[in-house]
Protein backbone atom coordinates (compact mmCIF):
# COMPACT_ATOMS: atom_id res chain seq x y z
CA UNK A 1 0.00 0.00 0.00
CA UNK A 2 2.95 2.33 0.51
CA UNK A 3 4.49 1.77 -2.35
CA UNK A 4 0.83 2.44 -3.93
CA UNK A 5 0.64 5.47 -2.76
CA UNK A 6 4.20 6.57 -3.19
CA UNK A 7 3.98 6.00 -6.93
CA UNK A 8 0.31 7.79 -7.15
CA UNK A 9 1.83 10.84 -5.06
CA UNK A 10 4.87 11.68 -7.10
CA UNK A 11 3.04 10.71 -10.53
CA UNK A 12 0.77 13.37 -9.94
CA UNK A 13 3.31 15.97 -9.09
CA UNK A 14 5.65 15.38 -12.29
CA UNK A 15 8.05 13.01 -11.22
CA UNK A 16 9.12 9.83 -13.38
CA UNK A 17 8.74 6.96 -11.04
CA UNK A 18 10.71 3.70 -11.74
CA UNK A 19 8.62 1.18 -9.25
CA UNK A 20 10.05 -1.99 -8.04
CA UNK A 21 9.02 -4.76 -6.01
CA UNK A 22 12.21 -5.16 -4.10
CA UNK A 23 15.79 -4.46 -4.13
CA UNK A 24 16.67 -7.00 -6.26
CA UNK A 25 14.26 -5.80 -9.38
CA UNK A 26 15.47 -2.38 -8.82
CA UNK A 27 19.25 -3.35 -9.27
CA UNK A 28 17.71 -4.87 -12.69
CA UNK A 29 15.28 -1.68 -13.37
CA UNK A 30 18.54 0.15 -12.86
CA UNK A 31 20.54 -1.44 -15.21
CA UNK A 32 18.11 -1.18 -18.05
CA UNK A 33 17.47 2.68 -17.61
CA UNK A 34 19.68 4.88 -19.17
CA UNK A 35 18.24 8.24 -18.39
CA UNK A 36 19.09 9.80 -14.45
CA UNK A 37 17.79 8.33 -11.78
CA UNK A 38 18.00 11.54 -9.18
CA UNK A 39 15.98 9.67 -6.06
CA UNK A 40 16.06 6.34 -4.56
CA UNK A 41 12.98 5.97 -1.71
CA UNK A 42 13.46 2.24 -0.22
CA UNK A 43 11.68 0.50 2.12
CA UNK A 44 14.20 -1.01 4.78
CA UNK A 45 13.03 -4.38 5.28
CA UNK A 46 12.22 -5.59 1.16
CA UNK A 47 13.00 -9.88 0.08
CA UNK A 48 15.75 -10.45 -1.91
CA UNK A 49 17.38 -7.62 -0.95
CA UNK A 50 17.11 -5.04 1.79
CA UNK A 51 17.03 -1.00 1.26
CA UNK A 52 20.81 -0.54 2.77
CA UNK A 53 22.05 -3.10 0.55
CA UNK A 54 20.51 -1.44 -2.51
CA UNK A 55 21.25 2.14 -1.53
CA UNK A 56 25.09 0.96 -1.28
CA UNK A 57 25.02 -0.95 -4.52
CA UNK A 58 23.04 2.24 -6.61
CA UNK A 59 25.86 4.82 -4.99
CA UNK A 60 28.51 2.71 -6.31
CA UNK A 61 27.04 2.60 -10.05
CA UNK A 62 24.96 6.20 -9.38
CA UNK A 63 26.68 8.30 -6.65
CA UNK A 64 25.13 11.34 -7.25
CA UNK A 65 21.80 9.51 -6.53
CA UNK A 66 19.73 11.13 -3.15
CA UNK A 67 18.32 7.89 -1.06
CA UNK A 68 15.31 8.30 0.97
CA UNK A 69 15.03 5.58 2.70
CA UNK A 70 11.53 4.22 4.78
CA UNK A 71 11.25 2.13 8.03
CA UNK A 72 8.85 0.87 10.04
CA UNK A 73 11.07 0.73 13.10
CA UNK A 74 13.62 3.08 14.41
CA UNK A 75 16.58 1.07 13.56
CA UNK A 76 19.29 1.12 15.60
CA UNK A 77 22.07 -0.67 13.34
CA UNK A 78 21.57 1.36 10.41
CA UNK A 79 24.78 0.99 8.81
CA UNK A 80 27.61 3.97 8.96
CA UNK A 81 26.56 4.95 5.70
CA UNK A 82 23.24 5.38 6.24
CA UNK A 83 24.06 8.89 7.72
CA UNK A 84 24.75 10.16 3.93
CA UNK A 85 20.94 9.31 2.91
CA UNK A 86 19.15 12.30 2.10
CA UNK A 87 16.16 11.75 4.85
CA UNK A 88 14.77 8.74 6.67
CA UNK A 89 11.36 8.28 6.90
CA UNK A 90 9.47 6.19 9.65
CA UNK A 91 5.89 4.88 8.46
CA UNK A 92 3.46 5.95 8.27
CA UNK A 93 5.11 8.40 5.64
CA UNK A 94 1.89 10.67 4.90
CA UNK A 95 2.36 12.21 0.97
CA UNK A 96 2.76 16.16 2.33
CA UNK A 97 5.78 14.82 3.88
CA UNK A 98 7.21 12.66 1.15
CA UNK A 99 6.79 15.05 -1.26
Given at each position: ???????????????????????????????????????????????????????REL?????????????????????????????????????????
Amino acid sequence: MLRYVTVQTLSKHGYNVIETCDGADAMRAEARYDGAIHVLITNVNMPNMNGHDLARELKVKRPDILVMIVSGENEPDFPPEAGKYAEVLLKPVSPDLLL
